[in-house]
């Protein structure tokens, strides 16, 4: 009988770091298609055209220390997007290194890795629940490594 693999079973790594309080990940490849139909065909013809990936990751917001958020990933990741300045400009995103795992018992485990730019990020705080913040991404280009 085969096996199947749930939340516990997955990890994150931001920049090459494990992070630690993740809730959850997802990660999606999208492809358009080119329409390549000429006067006189009778049914439409078309070829692969350009492959998106892209995904979200939430991560609980939490501190060992109040004055010290370097081991908060979610800000990090926040922090990479959202940029400020007091003349209203602030300095262009950080791109960002992930990896999405699974980790399947074997030694080398299933994963997909690239450069990421940050799309979004958004936080959510309410009454009986952790305070958490949902990062979105895109790949640059396409995943550099993956094994799954």
Do not use: H
């Amino acid at each position: 009988m085969g096996a199947f693999y749930s939340g516990k079973d997955g990890e994150l790594k931001i920049d090459g770091v494990k992070a630690a309080k993740v809730r959850g990940w997802q990660c999606s490849t999208q492809s358009s298609v080119l329409d390549t139909t000429t006067l006189g065909d009778r049914d439409r013809t078309v070829v692969q055209g350009i492959r998106n990936t892209t995904g979200s990751c939430e991560l609980f917001y939490y501190t060992t220390n109040p004055n010290d958020t370097s081991k908060n990933d979610a800000s990090k990741l926040i922090n990479k997007l959202i940029k400020s300045n007091s003349n209203g400009q602030g300095a262009d995103a950080d791109d960002v290194e992930l990896r999405l795992i699974i980790n399947d018992g074997t030694l080398g485990d299933k994963y997909i890795e690239g450069k990421c730019l940050l799309t979004n990020a958004s936080m959510s705080m309410a009454v009986g629940q952790v305070l958490s913040a949902r990062v979105s991404f895109q790949f640059i280009g396409s995943p550099r490594e993956m094994l799954l």
